[in-house]
């Protein structure tokens, strides 16, 4: 969509005191996403604080899709959670496109959930427009903007249809929608097609490439499956150890555009079996913290949650 | 609505219809022939006849519709009463017991008990203390009825879902808004089912109190009709009522069917 017209107003944002998301030249923004420090904790039911994340620092340029991959429990969700402004840090600093997260800020971050959590009660044309709505967009213009979505996610034929009425993948397919409806800079997605089979999970990260490819919005992509980690991203990001930190990150380089045939290329394999390495050695380290349930990886490198 | 299926397609809806008709049109059957072949006498169960005609001297007699309109006031008074103050009080319970489930497990243990006592009991005790007006009536006819608010309102709001919330709060929704465009609408069912439990449960309370604390009423008219062997107007009076509180409650299932369209 308008993803160029941001150049325009990225010399303004990256001023560390242009965090005002009042007014509507903050429209368009650099989404560079940068983490320094960042410590979470959690405060139990027996008000026992848990820390989850532990000193994590990355950094993803603008227009970059990267991945998180980690075992379950890791803090997966935490780290968007934080970059969401949906949750406070203990310490650190999260900063995108020059403004210093504290709150959600939902015209410049969006997040896809990890379930697709639509509205039931809301036509999906009426889910997808619920930002602008939120936002106050009137409604001939929210109403266009949300078509003109569902149509790039290719469900410009269901705007009308209840979430019952849609399959798994179109239901995230609305999320994805929704979430780009506001042009976000930074678009979060907490494992969107988990609940997909393989086979339309691997057809989904395809398309959402290509729509990636026409934005150029920054993505943060969080999975716990390689394969998709590898195949999507510019940069992997790996959490490791309890409480978790960012083991390392892998730069992929493999051109773009990229279809499924990439994944069963040897060099694909190398980088994955990589990665793969890398977790195994951390598995080894907490001990049978995280529970594998493959010893190597599997046909798609997939590795599973205990309770999948 | 449906006893047979969940599906909401208009042949089932069909279905139920004809069924409700043919359940009627069976007990009229019976009760016909109950009658006409003198398995009861008159004084038990009079004539269909007979009874339709006094049902029929109810809803056009003067002052008889005045009983049908003093039960209809309190019957409005009531229902207004226990919705508005039952769903509020219902609602602040449940998103306050989000906070302090001990508290709402208490104030909800409490309101279940008051809901098992039989309040009939405490009718000559509420004469005593404030009287036989109607008020009185409006006051006792209410009171399970706003039990079933509050507990079915803060079971809706407890049920609000945590994913919903945090969607609410990632696109930074005012309280206001969140109100309207998550709480409201994921609440709605419940409520309006509740609503209908609550209109059946006023209706009993109302007529209830009408018959013993009052000299006006449908109540009244039925328990009058009672003592005076006057079978036929106790019947009339109570088919009445009963279609009454058929209509209502048919009203309620077709404002649920509409607004549930979403429902999986
Ligand atoms: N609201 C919360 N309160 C307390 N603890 C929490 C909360 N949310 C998450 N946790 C804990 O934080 C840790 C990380 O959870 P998180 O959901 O971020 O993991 P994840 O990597 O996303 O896992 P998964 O792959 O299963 O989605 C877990 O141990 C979890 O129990
Ligand atoms: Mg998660």
């Given at each position: 969509m308008t993803q160029s017209i941001?150049?325009?107003?990225?010399?303004?944002?990256?001023?560390?005191?242009?965090?005002?998301?009042?007014?509507?030249?903050?429209?368009?923004?650099?989404?560079?996403?940068?983490?320094?420090?960042?410590?979470?904790?959690?405060?139990?039911?027996?008000?026992?604080?848990?820390?989850?994340?532990?000193?994590?620092?990355?950094?993803?340029?603008?227009?970059?899709?990267?991945?998180?991959?980690?075992?379950?429990?890791?803090?997966?969700?935490?780290?968007?959670?934080?970059?969401?402004?949906?949750?406070?840090?203990?310490?650190?600093?999260?900063?995108?496109?020059?403004?210093?997260?504290?709150?959600?800020?939902?015209?410049?971050?969006?997040?896809?959930f990890q379930d697709s959590s639509l509205l039931p009660w809301r036509t999906v044309i009426r889910n997808v427009?619920?930002?602008?709505?939120?936002?106050?967009?009137?409604?001939?213009?929210?109403?266009?903007?949300?078509?003109?979505?569902?149509?790039?996610?290719?469900?410009?034929?269901?705007?009308?249809?209840?979430?019952?009425?849609?399959?798994?993948?179109?239901?995230?397919?609305?999320?994805?929608?929704?979430?780009?409806?506001?042009?976000?800079?930074?678009?979060?997605?907490?494992?969107?097609f988990a609940a997909l089979d393989e086979q339309s999970r691997y057809e989904m990260g395809e398309e959402l490439l290509k729509l990636w490819d026409r934005l150029k919005s920054t993505v943060i992509f969080v999975t716990h499956n390689l394969s998709e980690a590898v195949f999507l991203a510019d940069k992997v990001i790996v959490l490791e150890g309890r409480p978790a930190t960012v083991g390392q990150t892998v730069d992929v380089n493999f051109s773009r555009p990229r279809d499924l045939g990439l994944m069963v290329s040897p060099e694909f394999h190398v980088v994955r079996d990589q990665l793969y390495t890398s977790l195994k050695r951390d598995r080894i380290r907490s001990s049978g913290t995280y529970s594998w349930s493959q010893e190597s990886p599997g046909p798609n490198g997939e590795l599973l949650k205990g309770d999948r | 609505m449906s006893r047979y299926t969940h599906s909401t397609t208009a042949p089932s809806r069909t279905y139920t219809v004809v069924f409700q008709i043919v359940v009627v049109l069976a007990l009229v059957g019976l009760w016909y022939l109950l009658t006409t072949t003198k398995a009861v006498t008159a004084d038990q169960l009079p004539p269909v006849g007979s009874t339709l005609s006094s049902a029929k001297d109810i809803l056009t007699q003067s002052n008889t519709l005045h009983d049908l309109a003093v039960s209809i006031y309190e019957l409005i008074s009531a229902f207004i009463i226990a919705t508005v103050v039952g769903i509020g009080l219902g609602f602040l319970l449940g998103e306050y017991g989000r906070h302090r489930a001990g508290v709402k497990r208490v104030v909800e243990a409490g309101l279940g008990t008051a809901l098992a006592t039989p309040k009939f009991i405490f009718l000559p005790v509420l004469v005593l203390l404030i009287g036989a007006g109607y008020w009185e009536k409006v006051i006792y006819g209410l009171s399970d009825g706003i039990i079933i608010m509050i507990l079915s309102a803060s079971a809706a709001a407890y049920t609000v879902g945590e994913n919903e919330r945090i969607l609410a709060k990632s696109y930074k929704m005012s309280k206001i808004q969140f109100f309207w465009k998550v709480f409201v609408p994921s609440a709605l069912l419940p409520v309006i089912e509740a609503l209908r439990i609550s209109m059946v449960l006023v209706i009993s309370g109302v007529m209830l109190a009408e018959m013993y604390i009052s000299n006006a009423g449908m109540g009244f008219l039925i328990f009058q009709a009672g003592t005076q062997d006057e079978v036929p107007w106790l019947i009339g009076a109570i088919l009445v009522v009963a279609a009454l509180a058929i209509v209502l409650n048919s009203a309620f299932q077709i404002v649920e069917k509409s607004i549930g369209r979403w429902r999986p």
């Open positions: 941001n150049k325009f107003s990225m010399k303004a944002s990256a001023e560390p005191n242009a965090i005002n998301p009042t007014s509507a030249d903050l429209t368009g923004h650099d989404g560079t996403v940068d983490v320094r420090g960042l410590t979470v904790c959690y405060t139990d039911s027996r008000k026992q604080k848990h820390t989850v994340l532990q000193d994590v620092s990355f950094n993803v340029p603008s227009g970059t899709f990267a991945t998180v991959i980690g075992p379950s429990g890791s803090g997966k969700s935490t780290l968007l959670k934080i970059l969401g402004g949906l949750h406070p840090a203990e310490a650190g600093e999260t900063v995108i496109g020059g403004r210093l997260i504290t709150e959600p800020n939902p015209d410049l971050v969006t997040i896809v427009a619920l930002p602008l709505e939120t936002a106050g967009v009137n409604r001939l213009e929210r109403e266009e903007r949300a078509q003109k979505v569902l149509e790039l996610v290719g469900l410009g034929d269901c705007i009308h249809k209840y979430p019952r009425e849609l399959s798994g993948g179109m239901k995230q397919r609305v999320a994805i929608a929704r979430g780009l409806v506001v042009e976000p800079s930074v678009l979060l997605m907490d494992e969107p | -």
